[in-house]
T-cell receptor, first 118, second 114 residues
Framework: GAVVSQHPSWVICKSGTSVKIECRSL??????MFWYRQFPKQSLMLMAT?????????EQGVEKDKFLINHASLTLSTLTVTSAHPEDSSFYIC??????????????FGEGSRLTVL | AQKVTQAQTEISVVEKEDVTLDCVYE???????LFWYKQPPSGELVFLIR??????QNEISGRYSWNFQKSTSSFNFTITASQVVDSAVYFC???????????FGQGTTLQVKP
């Protein structure tokens, strides 16, 4: 089946530094990927929709200058948490939409990346 | 507005008991998808099932079964003869319209005791 890989699986960084998380579709092309954030014991909340070759669409309340998303190819989207602070510590997970012509129900999630900001 | 409600925050059962996890959704779209995912402590989302709005047929997969009823906007999940390995957080999610972005329910934490 289709595979989406996230890297790194976990990362610890100091407050004020930036962290990049990669979401890669390994065996299919994905024009659209999604980034979610999950705080401990909470649900997944959509942060943004990442579209290949264009700007990401952010959900209300998500700071686009803090969470930079780049979707430069059909197989890779990156999320950069800039000037990270302890409150950004969370589990970040991406999904990739299968198919190149609209949503047909095919979705594949990465393994997630756990960020801890000291 | 689109919304997914999982009213049960936590459920605790003893092994071999049957357990049903409830999911109620709201959407104005006529085409939509419903999903169930399992999230073990390690965090990854394990896909369990996807249903589109035009397919109300119930499904059974081993000990798992799903009851989709559009009349009550519900998509409930039943585990028969639960096992300790079923302990996890289970999420119901709605994908609506022509986009793969999902609205997740709050999740139900299932604890199966030996």
């Amino acid at each position: 089946g289709a595979v989406v890989s996230q890297h790194p699986s976990w990362v610890i960084c100091k407050s004020g530094t930036s962290v990049k998380i990669e979401c890669r579709s390994l065996d299919f092309q994905a024009t659209t990927m999604f980034w979610y954030r999950q705080f401990p014991k909470q649900s997944l909340m959509l942060m943004a929709t990442s579209n290949e070759g264009s700007k990401a669409t952010y959900e209300q309340g998500v700071e686009k200058d803090k969470f930079l998303i780049n979707h430069a190819s059909l197989t890779l989207s990156t999320l950069t948490v800039t000037s990270a602070h302890p409150e950004d510590s969370s589990f970040y997970i991406c999904s990739a939409q299968g198919g190149l012509a609209g949503f047909t129900g095919e979705l594949f999630f990465g393994e997630g990346s756990r960020l801890t900001v000291l | 507005a689109q919304k997914v409600t999982q009213a049960q925050t936590e459920i605790s059962v003893v092994e071999k008991e049957d357990v049903t996890l409830d999911c109620v959704y709201e959407t104005r779209d006529t085409t939509y998808y419903l999903f169930w995912y399992k999230q073990p402590p390690s965090g990854e989302l394990v896909f369990l099932i996807r249903r589109n709005s035009f397919d109300e047929q119930n499904e059974i997969s081993g000990r798992y079964s799903w009851n989709f009823q559009k009349s009550t906007s519900s998509f409930n999940f039943t585990i028969t003869a639960s096992q300790v390995v079923d302990s996890a957080v289970y999420f119901c999610a709605l994908g609506s319209g022509n986009t793969g972005k999902l609205i997740f329910g709050q999740g139900t934490t299932l604890q199966v005791k030996p």
